[in-house]
């Protein structure tokens, strides 16, 4: 029997909203996952909050046609975005500056695209801030609070809420209230490090934008408070009764710990290769070749693999057979020069990478895979079909579901996620795409020449095996030869020379 609902609340925001399916330790919950702790059972949640999405990036996606379509007269909105507005490109940025009437802003993408339609089916609105991110040393300034060149992205929503009389729950100020609060008392439950998601068990494993059960919980929480205290009608939907979960931290924490995650075994490498010489950059940045995962035979006595460097330019060769090395949700079979950054520290990698040739049969191979990458993990020259790290691809897959090519992909949690779609032309021998891979403020950023940027999907740290380093180079695997050339690392935003990561 379909059950009947009064109403339907609207759930639309980025990844601090929505919902998730790690495996990590303290896997990852949005808030507006938690809303129906404490709303009555008449009223259907739909929260359609997709990571790595802005005001500006949701609307090209599935769940905004459904949210467009969906809502009607006495449903209700609420709005949770920021957190990827205020990040420069062109696919996600939106400015602080401005109101409702000048185009590009923050809120008149807001207006536009989501109150004035709701408000024309008839529904109400309610606006959130985008909550605080995680800052250990409690100064809570800058982008830690929204803050930055282009404008106050709370105060925005703030404002916009005021000009048109729409209640707003202000998640920046109320999550900065309680950090400040928590974290100077010395309770080692009942802090932000337990209200955030952490890929593994260690401190420093810590994802200091997305949050835990607890922490999702307790926003979820304020926003309830919020809309009581307010006039909207979707104060009638609260349940009679509801507790604050800080009351009961430990109950909360015990809920957000993934009890069959098993910290990873790895020991990091502390030097490169013995058998694949180190390559140069133009700029005279030391790269380290190696070929590991799920190969055929060993290493050095395998001849399907080639790793050469002439001027600055990189040669790689993964594979001379269509059985051997792969990318795939399970293993990776890949060869790889790269160089190890600081999770602490931004980096951007850049090359123009050109298809040499598919060896054998002259096309590509399921589990053919070429770009740029960074991983969690680098394995020096080593044999195993074992479950290996995650990563974030700046490059192209071809399997089944991707014949022509994905638009960048990425492994989280042993699955494979290809957030860029498909290529709109499959690559042909001597084509050549500038491919661009860097950090960004919760995760990576992934562009392949001719296509927009793509955020979404990828906004999680590299740090379940690997917590104090990620792994970033250039790839090949599985009967596919490739070349770089132009190839450029930044690091904190500066061009790097001469730099060699184990010197």
């Known amino acids: 029997m379909t059950k009947e609902y009064k109403s339907t609340l609207w759930v639309v925001g980025d990844s601090t909203v929505s919902s998730f399916n790690d495996k990590y330790y303290m896997p990852r919950v949005g808030w507006g996952a938690a809303l129906y702790l404490y709303f009555k059972d008449d009223l259907r949640i739909m929260n359609l909050a997709i990571s790595g999405t802005s005001s500006k990036s949701f609307r090209v996606t599935d769940n905004y046609r459904t949210?467009?379509?969906?809502?009607?007269?006495?449903?209700?909105?609420?709005i949770g975005f920021g957190h990827n507005d205020e990040k420069r490109g062109d696919a996600t940025f939106t400015s602080a500056s401005g109101d409702k009437n000048t185009g590009g802003s923050f809120a008149?993408?807001?207006?536009?695209?989501?109150?004035?339609?709701?408000?024309?089916?008839?529904?109400?609105?309610?606006?959130?801030?985008?909550?605080?991110?995680?800052?250990?040393?409690?100064?809570?300034?800058?982008?830690?609070?929204?803050?930055?060149?282009?404008?106050?992205?709370?105060?925005?929503?703030?404002?916009?809420?005021?000009?048109?009389?729409?209640?707003?729950?202000?998640?920046?100020?109320?999550?900065?209230?309680?950090?400040?609060?928590?974290?100077?008392?010395?309770?080692?439950?009942?802090?932000?490090?337990?209200?955030?998601?952490?890929?593994?068990?260690?401190?420093?494993c810590v994802d200091e934008t997305h949050t835990s059960l607890y922490g999702a919980a307790v926003n979820a929480y304020l926003v309830a408070n919020d809309i009581k205290k307010s006039s909207s009608l979707l104060s009638s939907y609260l349940k009679d009764e509801y507790s604050d979960p800080i009351d009961n931290a430990g109950y909360w924490v015990d809920k957000s710990i993934n009890k069959e995650y098993k910290d990873p075994v790895y020991v990091r490498p502390d030097k490169g290769s013995s058998y694949w010489p180190k390559a140069y950059d133009t700029n005279g940045n030391v790269w380290y070749g190696t070929c590991f995962g799920d190969l055929s035979g060993t290493v050095r006595d395998n001849k399907d693999f080639t790793l050469k460097n002439e001027d600055g330019r990189f040669f790689i060769s993964a594979g001379n057979t269509r059985n051997n090395?792969?990318?795939?949700?399970?293993?990776d079979g890949i060869a790889?020069?790269?160089?190890?950054?600081?999770?602490?520290?931004?980096?951007?990698?850049?090359?123009?990478?050109?298809?040499?040739?598919?060896?054998?049969?002259?096309?590509?191979?399921?589990?053919?895979?070429?770009?740029?990458?960074v991983r969690d993990d680098i394995y020096i020259d080593q044999v195993t079909g074992e479950?290996?790290?995650?990563?974030?691809?700046?490059?192209?897959?071809?399997?089944?579901?991707?014949?022509?090519?994905?638009?960048?992909?990425?492994?989280?949690?042993g699955e494979l996620d290809v957030e860029g779609?498909?290529?709109?032309?499959?690559?042909?021998?001597?084509?050549?795409?500038?491919?661009?891979?860097?950090?960004?403020?919760?995760?990576?950023?992934?562009?392949?020449?001719?296509?927009?940027?793509?955020?979404?999907?990828?906004?999680?740290?590299?740090?379940?095996?690997?917590?104090?380093?990620?792994?970033?180079?250039?790839?090949?695997?599985?009967?596919?030869?490739?070349s770089a050339d132009n190839v450029c690392l930044e690091i904190d935003d500066k061009i790097c020379k001469d730099h060699d990561c184990y010197r």
């Open 67 to 78: 949210f467009i379509d969906g809502i009607t007269e006495g449903d209700f909105l609420i």
């Open 108 to 204: 008149n993408s807001l207006y536009e695209y989501y109150i004035k339609p709701a408000n024309d089916k008839g529904a109400s609105v309610v606006l959130a801030t985008p909550i605080a991110r995680r800052d250990k040393t409690c100064k809570y300034e800058d982008d830690f609070v929204h803050v930055t060149s282009d404008g106050d992205y709370a105060k925005a929503v703030r404002d916009l809420g005021g000009d048109l009389g729409i209640p707003v729950c202000d998640l920046t100020r109320q999550t900065v209230d309680i950090a400040l609060k928590v974290d100077r008392d010395d309770d080692p439950i009942n802090d932000t490090l337990m209200m955030h998601a952490r890929t593994g068990s260690r401190e420093i």
């Open 325 to 331: 090395g792969k990318i795939s949700s399970k293993s």
């Open 336 to 373: 790889m020069y790269y160089v190890r950054v600081p999770v602490s520290k931004s980096f951007r990698l850049s090359a123009d990478i050109t298809l040499e040739s598919f060896n054998k049969a002259g096309g590509p191979s399921d589990f053919t895979a070429y770009g740029l990458m």
């Open 387 to 413: 479950l290996l790290g995650d990563y974030v691809c700046a490059g192209v897959l071809f399997n089944s579901l991707y014949p022509l090519g994905s638009n960048t992909f990425a492994r989280k949690s």
């Open 421 to 482: 779609g498909k290529l709109n032309k499959e690559p042909s021998a001597g084509d050549t795409r500038h491919m661009i891979i860097e950090s960004t403020r919760d995760g990576y950023k992934a562009q392949i020449e001719g296509y927009e940027a793509v955020t979404a999907g990828y906004d999680y740290t590299l740090t379940a095996v690997d917590p104090e380093y990620v792994y970033v180079g250039i790839f090949a695997a599985r009967a596919i030869a490739i």
